[in-house]
């Protein structure tokens, strides 16, 4: 399956050495229909828990519930890791 976009935003700069909670929902999108695939084909549900090691390096755990065609879902537990990395001008 092929998207053609995907944007994320973070609302607020998270402090090092603090946990937090992430809760999101991801919709994907097609920009097109092709088959059997429809114009809204997955919806990602996340909650967990997650720890920031250091201004630019997070570490998190989560459980995902993933629905695909709105006929199938599967419940997951994502760990993730996420690195900003830091481009000086």
């Not at 201004?55 to 755990?61: A, S, T, Y």
């Not at 006929?71 to 994502?78: A, E, G, R, V």
């Amino acid at each position: 399956m092929n998207y053609k976009s995907a944007s994320r935003y973070q609302t607020k700069k998270l402090a090092e050495g603090h946990f937090y909670i992430p809760i999101y929902n991801e919709i994907l999108i097609n920009g097109e229909k092709m088959g059997n695939i429809e114009y809204f084909d997955k919806n990602r549900l996340y909650g967990g828990l997650g720890y920031v090691w250091k201004e630019n390096l997070r570490v998190q755990v989560c459980i995902m519930e993933q629905t695909i065609n709105s006929n199938y879902c599967k419940i997951q537990l994502p760990f993730s890791l996420h690195y900003n990395f830091q481009v000086k001008q």
